[in-house]
């Protein structure tokens, strides 16, 4: 009898005691994401909200059809950026789930519409804590994804523009010298070397992993894509003003892609605010006219401001949905 009333109040005392408990961090974690699911889609609301006037004058002057084409044209190129990063962490040992990832990105996305550009930096190295992963790892995968995004700009502008663009020799022959040092900074070994050595100049750990070859090329690969992705974007709008054929769709192609190289690269740009559009109005300004290419380089913005909402809106509902 001693044993069968000692064996059941350990029992009943263990499940009273853990359920609970257990139950209010689950519930208020619940509630977190959940405000987190809404504030990011209200503050993205909110950037559309803002970008209402130019909206409506690209609808007015490119047709609400190839806006809408572009739109969606704009959606998977910024699917495909963020493939980059999978890729990139993949090759790193860094194995969250597919939906995990994507939704870490889309959201931490949103930050660069902040001056400084660093905070999908700041976002995504605090998100690597719940994979395990270091702050120094993530800003490794970063700085890497930035670099391949930047050299394949670049690179994809140089092999396109000079022979695409009217006067593309005069204006872009600059960039064929960048073609070798990108090559190099793209090893595999060269960024993580140079992080593992700045980190030991300032009493820090090593990064610990290293790059490899297959992710770097899975990498650059979906850069590509993009670039073509968002070159397409571009052509679907130049339609309005002009017969859109290859050399229409190189030059688009190639100007995209060394114009979103720029605007990563002058950090103190909201998304590279300005100088995108800049670089732009040089590229298609020859082919459709200065003021239309400024028309056609502001809806781009606006659709890609648009297609970021829209997929940090989707990562933050399945965001909410994974465990952290």
Same mark, same amino acid.
């Given at each position: 009898?001693?044993?069968?009333?000692? !064996?059941?109040? =350990?029992?009943?005392?263990?499940?009273?005691?853990?359920?609970?408990?257990?139950?209010?961090?689950?519930?208020?974690?619940?509630?977190?994401?959940?405000?987190?699911? @809404?504030?990011?889609?209200?503050?993205?609301?909110? *950037?559309?909200?803002?970008?209402?006037?130019?909206?409506?004058?690209?609808?007015? %002057? +490119?047709?609400?059809?190839?806006?809408?084409?572009?739109?969606?044209?704009?959606?998977?190129?910024?699917?495909?950026?963020?493939?980059?990063?999978?890729?990139?962490?993949?090759?790193?040992?860094?194995? =969250?789930?597919?939906?995990?990832?994507?939704?870490?990105?889309?959201?931490?996305?949103?930050?660069?519409?902040?001056?400084?550009?660093?905070?999908?930096?700041?976002?995504?190295?605090?998100?690597? *804590?719940?994979?395990?992963?270091?702050?120094?790892?993530?800003?490794?995968?970063? /700085?890497?994804?930035?670099?391949?995004?930047?050299?394949?700009?670049?690179?994809?502008?140089?092999?396109?523009?000079?022979?695409?663009?009217?006067?593309?020799?005069?204006?872009?022959?600059?960039?064929?010298?960048?073609?070798?040092?990108?090559?190099?900074?793209?090893? =595999?070994?060269?960024?993580?070397?140079?992080? !593992?050595?700045?980190?030991?100049? /300032?009493?820090? %750990?090593?990064?610990?992993?290293? +790059?490899?070859?297959?992710? @770097?090329?899975?990498?650059?690969?979906?850069?590509? +894509?993009?670039?073509?992705?968002?070159? *397409?974007?571009?052509?679907?709008?130049? !339609? #309005?003003?002009?017969?859109?054929?290859? /050399?229409?769709?190189?030059?688009?192609?190639?100007?995209?892609?060394?114009?979103?190289?720029?605007?990563?690269?002058?950090?103190?740009?909201?998304?590279?605010?300005?100088?995108? %559009?800049?670089? *732009? #109005?040089?590229?298609? $300004? =020859?082919?459709?006219?200065?003021?239309?290419?400024?028309?056609?380089?502001?809806?781009?913005?606006?659709?890609?401001?648009?297609?970021?909402?829209?997929?940090?809106?989707? $990562?933050?509902?399945?965001?909410?949905?994974?465990?952290?």
């Amino acid at each position: 009898m001693t044993t069968t009333h000692s !064996d059941p109040v =350990p029992a009943a005392g263990t499940g009273s005691s853990a359920t609970p408990v257990p139950a209010r961090p689950s519930h208020a974690k619940r509630l977190v994401k959940i405000g987190l699911a @809404l504030l990011v889609v209200l503050g993205g609301a909110y *950037l559309v909200w803002r970008q209402r006037e130019d909206l409506a004058t690209a609808v007015q %002057e +490119l047709s609400l059809g190839r806006v809408a084409i572009a739109g969606v044209l704009a959606v998977v190129g910024t699917m495909l950026i963020g493939q980059i990063w999978v890729a990139l962490l993949h090759g790193m040992g860094i194995r =969250p789930s597919l939906r995990d990832s994507h939704s870490v990105f889309y959201v931490s996305q949103l930050g660069k519409y902040l001056p400084g550009s660093v905070w999908p930096v700041v976002a995504q190295m605090q998100f690597g *804590l719940r994979w395990g992963v270091a702050r120094r790892t993530m800003l490794g995968a970063n /700085i890497l994804f930035m670099g391949v995004v930047v050299a394949s700009g670049i690179g994809v502008g140089a092999l396109l523009l000079p022979w695409s663009s009217p006067d593309g020799l005069n204006h872009y022959w600059w960039l064929l010298l960048l073609l070798v040092p990108l090559a190099v900074c793209l090893h =595999p070994r060269v960024v993580p070397g140079m992080l !593992d050595w700045a980190f030991a100049r /300032i009493g820090r %750990e090593p990064l610990g992993v290293r +790059l490899t070859a297959r992710g @770097l090329f899975t990498a650059i690969g979906w850069a590509v +894509l993009a670039w073509v992705a968002f070159g *397409l974007h571009l052509a679907v709008m130049m !339609d #309005s003003y002009t017969s859109v054929g290859p /050399i229409e769709v190189a030059a688009a192609t190639g100007g995209m892609a060394l114009a979103w190289a720029a605007g990563i690269a002058f950090i103190p740009a909201p998304a590279g605010a300005g100088v995108r %559009e800049a670089v *732009l #109005s040089l590229t298609l $300004g =020859p082919i459709i006219g200065v003021p239309e290419a400024l028309t056609v380089a502001l809806a781009s913005r606006v659709l890609l401001l648009i297609a970021d909402v829209v997929l940090a809106g989707v $990562g933050a509902v399945a965001g909410r949905r994974t465990s952290a």
